[in-house]
Nanobody, 127 residues
Framework: QLQLVESGGGLVQPGGSLRLSCAVS????????IGWFRQAPGKEHEGVSCITRGGGVSNYADSVKGRFTISRDSAKSLVFLQMSSLKPEDTALYYCAVPKDPYYCPPTGHPNEYLNWGQGTQVTVSS
C-alpha cells in the first residue's frame, strides 16, 4: 500500500526558510513522480511543483518561482521542498501526492490529476 508522510512544517518569520520532506513507501514507490501541493484556509488546493524519478521538474505555481525548489533522494525514498524568502501568503497546509499516472508529472498542477495523498504538514509564516 502506497504511503506518503510529510514533515518539516512549522512557524517561521517572513523571509525565513523551511525544508519540507515527503517520505514515500510502497511497491515501486521509488519510481513514482511526486508532487507538492498546498491549501490555504478557505482556498482550493494549489499545485506547487512535481518531480519525476529521473529528476525532471514541473513547476506549477508562478508565485513560488525562484523561492521554492523541489528535489529528491531516491535512495532514501524522500522528496523535498526547499522554501526560502517565505511570505505570509505561503501559509498553508502542504501535501505531497502521487499522480494518477505515477511515472510522469502532469503538465498542470490540478489536484484531480493526483491520486494518493499524504496527511499534510502545516506551514505558518508570521512575525
Amino acid at each position: 500500500q502506497l504511503q506518503l508522510v510529510e514533515s518539516g512544517g512549522g512557524l517561521v518569520q517572513p523571509g525565513g526558510s523551511l525544508r519540507l520532506s515527503c517520505a514515500v513507501s510502497g511497491f515501486n514507490s521509488d519510481y513514482y513522480a511526486i508532487g507538492w501541493f498546498r491549501q490555504a484556509p478557505g482556498k482550493e488546493h494549489e499545485g506547487v511543483s512535481c518531480i519525476t524519478r529521473g529528476g525532471g521538474v514541473s513547476n506549477y505555481a508562478d508565485s513560488v518561482k525562484g523561492r521554492f525548489t523541489i528535489s529528491r533522494d531516491s535512495a532514501k525514498s524522500l522528496v523535498f521542498l526547499q522554501m526560502s524568502s517565505l511570505k505570509p501568503e505561503d501559509t498553508a497546509l502542504y501535501y505531497c501526492a502521487v499522480p494518477k499516472d505515477p511515472y510522469y508529472c502532469p503538465p498542470t498542477g490540478h489536484p484531480n490529476e493526483y491520486l494518493n495523498w499524504g496527511q499534510g504538514t502545516q506551514v505558518t509564516v508570521s512575525s
